[in-house]
């Protein structure tokens, strides 16, 4: 630096490009240079580039724990004794093992719950439920045989008034009174979600008001 008289003053010229190089991190309630801070990323960049992946993860966890204090370290999982993966866990989380067969096939639709070893228990027959009878749908549930019992007689009830019934019910051509599947009746169908929406909400508010499946519907 270079004042009016010609003199040159290089330490007061280095110390205010030292003053200015100064970057306040506020992140880390740390002062650090901002061309230090570049540098060393550049050198951290440039060593991750030619290590494995895992020293890599390795090199990324030792920065954040430089940088952040609140900084928690990931421990790492342990196993089930006698285990040597986590399938156990997962089949255990995800029980429920549905029919296979077509909602219209004639044989009995039974579910079940899966034992960490793989076997099925608590099987029972259950009622296919469908938005309409097509057999391009899917089922979107399956209904208790307690539970369909009380949509058939919600179904009876407005046949009974004279009203149109929200469901539409198939029944065993083998067995006429077994019933088979249950959907929603094409007029509804045709008002859309909403006018599905207003029958189960309908039919639901009255089970609670009769405290039917109270230990469901109870929340």
């Known amino acids: 630096m270079v004042d009016g008289d010609g003199d040159v003053h290089s330490g007061l010229s280095s110390e205010i490009e030292h003053k200015y190089d100064i970057n306040i991190n506020i992140r880390t309630q740390g002062v650090l240079s901002q061309t230090t801070m570049h540098r060393f990323a550049a050198k951290r960049c440039l060593h991750t580039l030619h290590t494995p992946r895992a020293l890599q993860v390795l090199a990324f966890d030792k920065l954040s724990r430089r940088f952040h204090k609140d900084y928690t ?3 790492p999982l342990v196993l ?3 285990h040597s993966s986590f399938l156990p866990l997962a089949l255990s989380c995800s029980n429920l093992v549905l029919p296979k067969n077509p909602w219209h096939s004639a044989e009995p639709h039974i579910v079940g719950s ?3 070893e793989g076997s099925i ?8 439920f469908l938005l ?3 057999p391009e749908h899917s089922p979107v549930g399956y209904l208790r045989p307690a539970v369909a019992a009380e949509i058939e007689d919600d179904h009876q009830s407005h046949l009974i008034s004279h009203a149109a019934s929200p469901w539409e019910l198939r029944y ?3 067995t006429p009174k077994q019933l088979k599947s ?3 009746a094409q007029w509804v169908n045709e008002g859309g979600k909403f006018t599905r929406t207003m029958h189960i909400d309908r039919i639901v508010i ?3 008001k009769r405290k039917l499946f109270h230990e469901i519907l109870r929340g």
């Open 114 to 116: 899966r034992t960490p």
């Open 121 to 128: 228990v608590a099987e029972e027959q259950v009622i296919p």
């Open 182 to 184: 249950v959907a929603f």
């Open 73 to 75: 370290p990931t421990t």
């Open 132 to 134: 309409e009878h097509s």
């Open 80 to 82: 089930p004794k006698g």
């Open 172 to 174: 065993s051509q083998t």
């Open 206 to 208: 009255e089970w609670r």
